[in-house]
């Protein structure tokens, strides 16, 4: 059956949510024949697929693209697409375009954006029109250039108060689920536990409802950085790398086409 944005916050209170990012048709079907919760069409697409070192150049005609890709899987998991930088804070009626864009044009059944609680009141307009909305709070990878850098957060009581603030507003303008991404893992379970809807975690330990990972991450697909808190569950990377090295070793051999 078909996940949505209402059964996939259910799962909360049942078992832990499978999240996985996509980008593509195949990858989005192998995800989903998996049986993952959600598919988060991330702006890591950027980083992931497109040679970009940051997030922070990908447009909306990119996530667009990638979205309508991953809507061509058919998949029963939910499909959330990203927002991309800086949108959420351009003016309103320029973000609910984007927004309606992703779901009517692309075929995804929420958006994603970075933010906290400063951003609470956009996020109760984009749901009063209609967009479902995962929440993000703690490291937002799009304020890299801000940062410096991605850490850690909530080390300190003040992080730590911020991060509370930042989940409850999130779950009171409405969002149907929140993603922490990079917080201390016993502030993630408290967090969790607050909260009515589901924590749903990426290097933030284990307490929290549910769990994504960057596909390419998990795959063992990326040839550059690799953040510490991921489990590689395969090693495409290197079976890709070999299965050229040997089609291009049967061609020089004259061994393909026999
Ligand atoms: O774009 C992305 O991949 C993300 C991760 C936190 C999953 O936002």
Redesign the pocket.
């Known amino acids: 059956m078909k996940i949505t944005t209402k059964s996939l916050s259910a799962l909360k209170t049942e078992r832990p949510i499978v999240?996985v990012?996509a980008y593509d048709t195949p990858t989005a079907q192998y995800a989903d024949a998996a049986g993952v919760d959600l598919i988060?069409v991330?702006?890591?697409?950027g980083t992931?697929q497109l040679g970009f070192e940051t997030?922070v150049p990908v447009t909306v005609d990119m996530m667009l693209h990638h979205t309508a890709a991953v809507a061509r899987a058919r998949p029963k998991a939910l499909l959330v697409a990203?927002v991309p930088f800086t949108l959420a804070h351009d003016d309103f009626s320029s973000l609910l375009h984007a927004c309606r864009r992703l779901l009517q044009e692309a075929g995804a059944q929420a958006v994603?954006i970075?933010g906290g609680a400063a951003l609470a009141p956009t996020v109760v307009r984009l749901i009063n029109a209609g967009i479902p909305v995962l929440g993000?709070f703690g490291l937002l990878?799009q304020n890299v250039h801000q940062l410096g850098g991605y850490r850690k957060f909530g080390r300190s009581e003040a992080e730590k108060s911020a991060l509370v603030e930042d989940a409850l507003a999130l779950e009171k303008a409405g969002c149907f689920a929140v993603?922490c991404?990079m917080i201390d893992g016993t502030v993630a379970g408290a967090i969790a536990g607050e909260l009515k809807v589901p924590l749903i975690g990426?290097g933030s330990g284990p307490h929290c409802d549910g769990q994504?990972?960057?596909c390419n991450d998990l795959l063992g697909l990326n040839a550059g950085y690799v953040p510490s808190f991921v489990k590689q569950y395969a090693n495409l990377g290197a079976a890709t790398q070999k299965a050229f090295a040997d089609y291009a070793a049967d061609v020089r051999n004259r061994k393909f086409p026999s």
């Open positions: 999240a990012t988060l991330g702006d890591s697409v992931t997030t990203d994603k970075e993000h990878p993603l991404e990426i994504i990972l960057v």
